[in-house]
């Protein structure tokens, strides 16, 4: 239960105002509070000489807890010092050895037994540090339009661009793994196409491909 | 002696594992994506190549799309062959820049620049260069991209070594070729956009280049 009191009277529970300094009105109200105030058991509070001597006694029985005192050494941090005696070359050929299974291990996730093809590519490449690229290209009167590069090794079907509206554009967006990597457009499945937006170069073939450089923070023209 | 005898054996034999798993991870790259003799020659050109130390990732890449793009098999191998003889001559340059044993990343940028028109003692130079902060892989990089939007390889050179010459950040590289295209966008040849940049470091060391094309600058403005 509580008693949201007027300010005047607060003012006189704190002994700024008296009783006849309150309006008329209030008074009432200031009696009840005076009452109440009266009525509460001012005296001072004191404790039993013993209660110091009983808390000492509970904290000391279970600081001295076998249990305790074993969790406590199984739990605590301490220094742990190790001494290896061991002969160089053992060092030496167990890293070697260490460094080639690490990479026989690296290649065998990297390179698969059969290549990858279709939706296999994209999931591939989904387990790479990727940045979502968005390709686009104008084409008009194109029925078909894809993205091929090193990405998606050069897969001709692995990512198809699609028209936007009936303004010519294609586009698609696609997770590329960080690197640089070349690429091109292929239109109606036999006629490749550079990026006309990025820089290319000599393909080997007698044809251009285009270059783009995914980074941490996006795709670069790099 | 007793102990290097033990290392090198060590070495050995950890590495013939790793040679022949990279042979059969050629053939299981190509099987079915190129004809039978593009991989037999695929592979022979990489064994060669892994022997010499270089990489190998870009010949089966470029095998690869030569299958994809459907290339009669002689021209595939060509390109191969060519593109294992441009990461040797990659490799020489970055010797005569100053690395000894560069990492395949390196290597790679190196044959990129090659490829996109610099010559090799441009990449030497540009190598030499691009002492940390800098990355050389990155530097041939962006280099060999300036190159292949039109920048001629001098002009690629002096911008390189304006802005390092200036000290700036070696992001301020990577956003080179994007600021280049910008500028031919609005007008400039890349050779303008390349001086304009240039001399852009010049005068404002350590701001980021502003270029803007000939006719493109807003007229100053008439004091009243």
Known sequence: ?222 | MTALRSALLAAVSATIPLVLAGQGDVTARLDGRVPAEVMRAVHDIAAATAARGLPVEPLIDKAIEGGAKRVPADRVIAAVRALANRLDEARRALHDGGIETPGADVVEGGAYALSAGLGPRQTSELVRISRPPYDPATSLRVAATLAALGVPPKQTLDLMESMIAAGRSPSDLLDLPSAVQTSVAQGATPTQAANGLARGVVHAPGQAPDFVPPGQAKPHPHKP
């Open chain 1, 1 to 222: 239960m509580s008693a949201q009191y007027h300010p005047l009277v607060k003012r006189l529970l704190d002994g700024e105002l008296s009783l006849a300094e309150l309006p008329a009105e209030l008074r009432p109200e200031g009696e009840a509070a005076l009452r109440l105030i009266r009525s509460v058991d001012r005296a001072p509070v004191t404790l039993p000489a013993a209660l110091d001597a009983r808390v000492m006694a509970t904290v000391r029985r279970h600081a001295a807890s076998p249990v305790r005192r074993a969790w406590r050494r199984l739990t605590a941090p301490r220094d742990v010092e190790l001494r290896l005696r061991v002969r160089p070359w053992t060092v030496w050929a167990g890293a070697l050895a260490a460094a080639a299974v690490v990479v026989l291990l690296v290649n065998r996730a990297a390179a698969p037994s059969s290549p990858p093809r279709g939706p296999g590519t994209q999931a591939r490449v989904g387990s790479h540090d990727s940045v979502y690229v968005r390709f686009v290209l104008y084409a008009p009167g194109a029925r078909r339009v894809a993205v091929a590069g090193t990405f998606n090794q050069w897969d001709q079907n692995a990512a198809l661009l699609e028209p936007a509206g009936t303004n010519g554009l294609w586009t698609t967006t696609l997770a590329v793994p960080v690197g640089q990597h070349q690429y091109a457009f292929i239109v109606d499945s036999d006629r490749w196409v550079p990026d006309p937006r990025a820089p290319a170069v000599d393909d080997g073939f007698g044809r251009r491909n285009s270059v783009v450089a995914v980074v941490a923070q996006g795709a670069r023209t790099l």
